[in-house]
Nanobody, 116 residues
Framework: QVQVVESGGGLVQPGGSLRLSCAAS????????MNWYRQAPGKERELVAL????????DYADSVKGRFTISRDNAKNTVYLQMNSLKPEDTAVYYC?????????WGQGTQVTVSS
């Protein structure tokens, strides 16, 4: 079954950290760009970070540069998003997305809430 499944969300205080994981199955993981998106209530879904199949190329939204780190382990078919110095405005549902030549695979999302 082709799928990606996110985990690791939760409630964290401002300034705290979380690590999201996305486990992939049913496709050749290392051939896909992997992206993390997020969507806050009342806002459009936005791209947070991306990583190429081999992991050499990464990019981030300006709002998270210097605080978030995307990485992947192709042996484990998993992509991670390390989130540090979290702010209330980072509160959103975070989605994992696999992309290759127009094929898009989406996860169900994991809630991240940053609040004191």
């Amino acid at each position: 079954q082709v799928q990606v499944v996110e985990s690791g969300g939760g409630l964290v205080q401002p300034g705290g950290s979380l690590r999201l994981s996305c486990a992939a199955s049913g496709f050749t993981f290392s051939s896909y760009y992997m992206n993390w998106y997020r969507q806050a209530p009342g806002k459009e879904r936005e791209l947070v970070a991306l990583i190429s199949g081999g992991g050499r190329n990464v990019d981030y939204a300006d709002s998270v540069k210097g605080r978030f780190t995307i990485s992947r382990d192709n042996a484990k078919n998993t992509v991670y998003l390390q989130m540090n110095s979290l702010k209330p405005e980072d509160t959103a549902v975070y989605y994992c997305n696999a992309v290759r030549f127009g094929t898009n695979i989406w996860g169900q999302g994991t809630q991240v809430t940053v609040s004191s």
